[in-house]
Nanobody
Framework: QVQLVESGGGLVQAGGSLRLSCAAS????????MGWFRQAPGKEREFVATISWSGGRTYYADSVKGRFTISRDNAKNTVYLQMNSLKPEDTAVYSC????????????????????WGQGTQVTVSS
């Protein structure tokens, strides 16, 4: 059983930056593909970014490409989401997720591809 805990959310002005962290425990972190998803009030959960187990491959939603960067440190059992040039429409609860992602399933954009989820961290971008 893998436990995931996000941190780093907060209130930031448009154009600002935040770095989210997701710390994993209780499993072998390095075997899991990791993803970030977000959900704004009244909206469906949305894929943001994913990274392969080794960190060698990354994939982003078009809405964040060029502004967000996903990375991981397997020695620290942590995945990160660096968010730059934030916009009010980025306001949401951001959650990390872990799953066994096979090569044929890449990129893992669907929530159903992930088995473990964190509780989420709120990101609010003011205009």
């Amino acid at each position: 059983q893998v436990q995931l805990v996000e941190s780093g959310g907060g209130l930031v002005q448009a154009g600002g930056s935040l770095r989210l962290s997701c710390a994993a425990s209780g499993g072998t972190f390095s075997v899991y593909g990791m993803g970030w998803f977000r959900q704004a009030p009244g909206k469906e959960r949305e894929f943001v970014a994913t990274i392969s187990w080794s960190g060698g491959r990354t994939y982003y939603a078009d809405s964040v490409k060029g502004r967000f960067t996903i990375s991981r440190d397997n020695a620290k059992n942590t995945v990160y989401l660096q968010m730059n040039s934030l916009k009010p429409e980025d306001t949401a609860v951001y959650s990390c997720a872990a799953g066994v992602v096979y090569h044929s399933s890449w990129p893992a954009q669907a929530a159903t591809q992930y088995n473990y989820w964190g509780q989420g961290t709120q990101v609010t971008v003011s205009s």
